[in-house]
């Protein structure tokens, strides 16, 4: 078992959703968090706030993943402020859904830069920092519509795909460094992102849900934790945290 304490993690996207679940949860273990987010600094801001208040250490980074120079200031802000990287969580991610027929170019671009291109940026500025870590983590959270594909979500499902070849080639790669890297595919997780859903379409996702309910963010946030704290022998791996809708 790895001891977290003082470990340094980088979660992009760290200010809503699973991201705020995965910086809150990590604090809560000891780690250092730099929460990662594109615009809304309140809620990046809160997320530090509660985590000071718990007594945990955060600070908050604007940086837009998908653009290489925002990207090395928030590495760069990380080893200011921190000193080290010991894990990364790519966890920023947007959704533009429209059938293939009726998505943009524009709509194509984005959803790649956001999910998929942005790891080739974090990752090649982190990496030497984790490679200087005694049990360097990096956690790509993926989704399960990378794996059943998903109607109106090509661009969506191509980047989450994506994400998972890129895990087991770069496991392959950095096994032999003592980094291990690992995608999280969480299925159908109670955030903005699936309330904004038709209120009939999440009817339908419950019901087919083997568990009969949404997944919760901490749930995801747990997953992570598992695999920085007891993941030294796992990597290259997909975790599922769906209620058993994909097996
Ligand atoms: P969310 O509630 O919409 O939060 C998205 C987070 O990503 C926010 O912190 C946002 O920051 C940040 N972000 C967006 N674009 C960014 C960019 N270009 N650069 C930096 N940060 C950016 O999303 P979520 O539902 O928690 O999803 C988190 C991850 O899990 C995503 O990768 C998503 O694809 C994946 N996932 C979600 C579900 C689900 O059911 N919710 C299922 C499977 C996978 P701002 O607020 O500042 O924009």
Redesign the pocket.
Known sequence: MVELTDKVAIV??????????ISSELARNGVKVVV??????E??EKVVHAIKESGGQAIAV??????SD?VLNLINETINQFGKIDILV??????KDRTFRKLSQDDWNQVI???LN?VYNTISSALPHLMESEAGRIIN?????GQTGGFGQTN?SA??AGLIGYTKSLALELARKRVTVNAV??????????QEMPDKVREQIIASVPVQR??Q?IE?ARSVLFLCKDGEYITGQQLNINGGLYM
Do not use: H, W
């Open positions: 992009t996207g760290g200010s809503r959703g699973i991201g705020s679940a990662n987010y594109q615009s809304n600094s809620s990046a604007k940086a837009d993943v998908s653009k925002d790519n966890n920023a991610g947007i959704t830069n956001v999910n942005s959270i993926s989704s399960i519509i969506y980047a989450k595919c969480p299925g159908f997780i109670e955030t903005e992102m699936v949404l997944g963010a995801v």
